[in-house]
T-cell receptor, first 112, second 115 residues
C-alpha cells in the first residue's frame, strides 16, 4: 500500500528553467510533508517541508505547494541548476509521529 | 562532526547467514531510524528508536532485530538473511520524534546483497 506516489520516475530540464516535481498521497491523516534530495552513493538530505495547514512554503529557489483537496503537492525549483541533478523524494508524516512514508522518487536531470 | 556513520558500506551474504549493521551519530540526537530502499519503492521504515532504551516496529520489521546500545548507536541485525533482504539500508537520526517529525539526518547507506 503505497501511500505516497511520485508518478514520474524522471524529469529533464534545461539550466535556468523551472523544475516541477509532483507527488500524490492517499492518506488524509498526513499532516506534514517533507522533500528530500539524494545524490548517488549518499544518504538523503532534507530540503524543505510544509505543514498541512499551509498551502505554500518557500525557501530560496525551492517552493513547495500543497493542495489538500486534491491530495497533491509539488516542488518547484527556480531557476534550476546542474547541481540540482539528483533523486527527489516526497514524504508524508504519518499519524504515529515516527511513521514517515516516502514516495519512490523522481530523478531530476538539469542540463547545462 | 561526522554526522551519521554506517558500517559496512557493502556486504554480500549467503542465504541463512547473519550479520549486524552498525550505525552511530555524533549530533546528540534522541531518535534513530533504520530504513531500506528498494527500486521503485522509496524508503521504508524498518525500526525506530524514539529515545535511548526504546525501540518500535516500523512498516517492514519482519526478519530484523534492533538494539539501541546507547544514545549514539543503533544497530540492525539480520538473524537469517534471505534474498528478499537484498537492499540498500539507511540509518537516520533526528533531534526527537514528532509531532511534527523533524528533519532526519541520514547516513551514506549500506548496500547488502543476499545470494
Amino acid at each position: 500500500d503505497q501511500q505516497v506516489k511520485q508518478n514520474s520516475p524522471s524529469l529533464s530540464v534545461q539550466e535556468g528553467r523551472i523544475s516541477i516535481l509532483n507527488c500524490d498521497y492517499t492518506n488524509s491523516m498526513f499532516d506534514y510533508f517533507l522533500w528530500y534530495k539524494k545524490y548517488p552513493a549518499e544518504g538523503p538530505t532534507f530540503l524543505i517541508s510544509i505543514s498541512s495547514i499551509k498551502d505554500k512554503n518557500e525557501d530560496g529557489r525551492f517552493t513547495v505547494f500543497l493542495n489538500k483537496s486534491a491530495k497533491h503537492l509539488s516542488l518547484h525549483i527556480v531557476p534550476s541548476q546542474p547541481g540540482d541533478s539528483a533523486v527527489y523524494f516526497c514524504a508524508g508524516e504519518g499519524y504515529n509521529n515516527n511513521d514517515m512514508r516516502f514516495g519512490a522518487g523522481t530523478r531530476l536531470t538539469v542540463k547545462p | 562532526n561526522a554526522g551519521v556513520t554506517q558500517t559496512p558500506k557493502f556486504q554480500v551474504l549467503k542465504t541463512g547467514q547473519s550479520m549486524t549493521l552498525q550505525c552511530a551519530q555524533d549530533m546528540n540526537h534522541n531518535s534513530m531510524y533504520w530504513y531500506r530502499q528498494d527500486p521503485g519503492m522509496g524508503l521504508r521504515l524498518i525500526y525506530y528508536s524514539a529515545s535511548e532504551g526504546t525501540t518500535d516496529k516500523g512498516e517492514v520489521p519482519n526478519g530484523y532485530n534492533v538494539s539501541r546500545l546507547n544514545k549514539r548507536e543503533f544497530s540492525l541485525r539480520l538473524e537469517s538473511a534471505a534474498p528478499s533482504q537484498t537492499s540498500v539500508y539507511f540509518c537516520a537520526s533526528s533531534v526527537a520524534g514528532g509531532p511534527p517529525l523533524p528533519e532526519q539526518y541520514f547516513g551514506p547507506g549500506t548496500r547488502l546483497t543476499v545470494t
